[in-house]
């Protein structure tokens, strides 16, 4: 104990519970706070293990079915203005660890990015799939959503033999699948797949940034904001936006209506 003490800052992760105790009771202030330090980090490491063993409840359920493969599938975007709506599939491996990963909204650009490196290394496959605006303001942004999920489903090297999907239905594909109502934030896979869906349209945006300057896209990514509808009164509308959305529509002049189409400011955010 005289020797950890002497450099504690090396040793002190590789104590046993019992001598971190002892140091959290020792009568030297540096000692103790290190010690308490110690054992914070700890807790925090204990609750992140919790999470993740409730987030792969979802796969182990299907696991012990028999299905091995067990894709996870969500979409991002499918409430901006402007951009496609992009969707991710994948594979992870059975009982996987990948640390801080969760739905994408939750989580710091900088984190996302370095999530979507580790996803992409450790996964048994990932897919991505999208549909244009063009896509949208022809079949709606409900059916635009499910279709970019099924070419994120088909565009996976391993055909997955279960599907868990965050809030919808995939369209057009022979595997069973289980929807999840908040799945990006109940299913380790689904959570995966929000980050590498997110992390890909962001990319996809910050290019448009540069394509069409002056509206804002690579801070909102197409979002309804107030720089948005700002941009949109003093430049009007460019190829990428979604005619089909209300307030772009008013923005373009358009006055006929879309039917289901049409869609308020806001509408569908919470499915991203």
């Known amino acids: 104990m005289a020797e950890l003490i002497a450099d504690l800052k090396a040793p002190v992760a590789s104590l046993g519970a019992d001598d971190l105790r002892a140091l959290a009771k020792d009568g030297r202030p540096r000692v103790r706070a290190i010690a308490t330090r110690e054992q914070k980090r700890r807790e925090r490491a204990a609750a992140e293990d919790a999470r993740l063993e409730v987030m792969l409840e979802p796969e182990r359920e ?3 079915q028999g299905y091995e493969l067990i894709a996870g599938v969500d979409e991002a975007g499918a409430g901006p203005w402007a951009g496609p709506v992009v969707a991710g599939a994948v594979i992870l491996p059975r009982d996987i660890v990948i640390r801080r990963l969760d739905d994408s909204k939750k989580l710091s650009v900088k984190l996302r990015e370095s999530l979507v490196v580790e996803i992409r290394e450790r996964a048994i496959a990932y897919g991505i799939g999208s549909c244009s605006p063009e896509e949208i303001d022809s079949i709606n942004i409900k059916e635009a959503s499910r279709l970019a999920m099924q070419r ?9 033999d279960h599907l868990l999907v965050d809030w919808r239905q995939v369209p057009g594909v022979e595997m069973p699948q289980v929807i999840l109502v908040h799945g990006d934030s109940r299913s380790l896979a689904i959570a995966a797949a929000s980050v ?33 509808q700002k941009a949109l009164v003093e430049l009007g509308i460019c190829p990428i936006h979604r005619k089909s959305f209300k307030p772009v529509a008013r923005a373009a002049g358009l006055n006929k209506a879309h039917g289901s189409q049409l869609l308020l400011p806001g509408a569908e955010l919470s499915c991203d």
């Open 62 to 64: 299907l696991w012990a």
């Open 152 to 160: 994120a489903v088909m565009a996976l090297h391993r055909q997955p």
């Open 196 to 228: 590498l869906a997110k992390t890909h349209r962001d990319a996809i945006m910050a290019e448009m940034a540069e394509k069409y300057p002056g509206y804002g896209f690579e801070r909102h990514v197409g979002y309804g904001t107030a720089e948005h």
